[in-house]
Nanobody, 126 residues
Framework: QVQLVESGGRLVQAGGSLRLSCAGHGRSFSRFPVGWFRQAPGKERELVAAINWNGGTTYYADSVKGRVTISRDNNNSTVYLQMNSLKPEDTAAYYC???????????????????WGQGTQVTVSS
């Protein structure tokens, strides 16, 4: 079993930066691919970025490419989402999630992620 805890969300002005953290608790967390998702009010949850177990493969949604970097520190069981040049449309609850199998590839499908955190709110003011 893996437990995920997100942190770092807050109110920020447009153009600002944030770093979200996802702390994983569980023996296998460092071997699972992890994704950051977001959900704005009235919208479906969408994948923002994903990273494989060793950071060698990453994925970014077109809407955040060039502004967002996903990384991980397996020694500290933490996955990060660095977000720069934030826009009001980035406002959402951000969730990290892990696929439930070791060493497998990242996925763009929400249903492939079995472990979820409780979310952290990011609000970008214009």
């Amino acid at each position: 079993q893996v437990q995920l805890v997100e942190s770092g969300g807050r109110l920020v002005q447009a153009g600002g930066s944030l770093r979200l953290s996802c702390a994983g608790h569980g023996r296998s967390f460092s071997r699972f691919p992890v994704g950051w998702f977001r959900q704005a009010p009235g919208k479906e949850r969408e994948l923002v970025a994903a990273i494989n177990w060793n950071g060698g493969t990453t994925y970014y949604a077109d809407s955040v490419k060039g502004r967002v970097t996903i990384s991980r520190d397996n020694n500290n069981s933490t996955v990060y989402l660095q977000m720069n040049s934030l826009k009001p449309e980035d406002t959402a609850a951000y969730y990290c999630a892990a696929r439930p199998f070791e060493y497998i590839s990242i996925s763009q499908r929400l249903s492939d992620y079995a472990y979820w955190g409780q979310g952290t709110q990011v609000t970008v003011s214009s």
